[in-house]
């Protein structure tokens, strides 16, 4: 699919994407002359406990900019966000990783899985509000 407009309409499926066309997440949300838009909710260094209350704002956030929110986190128990029923990605934890093996380039490693959480996702915008020294979503 392109990024470019055409002339012609897309599929709901082309719309869509990487979503299908008959999820919850998309509703109200198609156009057949422009791709789906998503903002990431960038949550990665922050506690459930800090996270929780940026769901729901988030998520109202981007439903006014006729987007859908895709959070992310680098926790490794997401069930709150399942929970909310939202969609989410994750991304490993720089500071728990670099336990394991310090003289790996979890960094490196981080960035590389961030690329393509953005190759993924195509996101038209990203609202980060972990903390800034984070490894986080592009």
């Known amino acids: 699919?392109?990024?470019?407009?055409t002339d012609?309409?897309?599929s709901p499926a082309e719309a869509a994407?990487?979503?299908?066309?008959?999820?919850p997440h998309v509703e109200g949300l198609l156009?057949?002359?422009?791709?789906?838009?998503?903002?990431?909710?960038?949550?990665?260094g922050l506690s459930w406990a800090e996270a929780a209350p940026h769901i729901?704002?988030?998520?109202?956030?981007a439903r006014a900019k006729?987007?859908?929110?895709?959070?992310?986190t680098d926790l490794t128990e997401y069930s709150?966000?399942?929970a909310a029923r939202v969609v989410y990605d994750v991304l490993p934890n720089a500071a728990a990783l670099s336990r394991i093996d310090g003289d790996l380039d979890w960094h490196a490693y981080i960035r590389r899985r961030c690329a393509l959480?953005?190759?993924?996702?195509?996101?038209?915008?990203?609202?980060?509000?972990?903390?800034?020294d984070a490894v986080v979503a592009p």
Do not use: H, N
Not at 17 to 23: G, H, I, V
Not at 123 to 128: D, G, L, M, N
């Open 1 to 5: 699919m392109s990024d470019d407009l």
């Open 8 to 10: 012609e309409a897309m």
């Open 17 to 23: 994407w990487p979503f299908k066309a008959d999820s």
């Open 31 to 44: 156009r057949e002359d422009a791709p789906l838009r998503t903002l990431l909710v960038d949550l990665c």
């Open 56 to 61: 729901q704002t988030g998520a109202e956030a």
């Open 66 to 72: 006729g987007m859908v929110p895709v959070f992310v």
């Open 80 to 82: 709150g966000l399942r």
């Open 117 to 132: 959480l953005e190759a993924k996702w195509r996101p038209s915008a990203t609202i980060k509000l972990g903390p800034q």
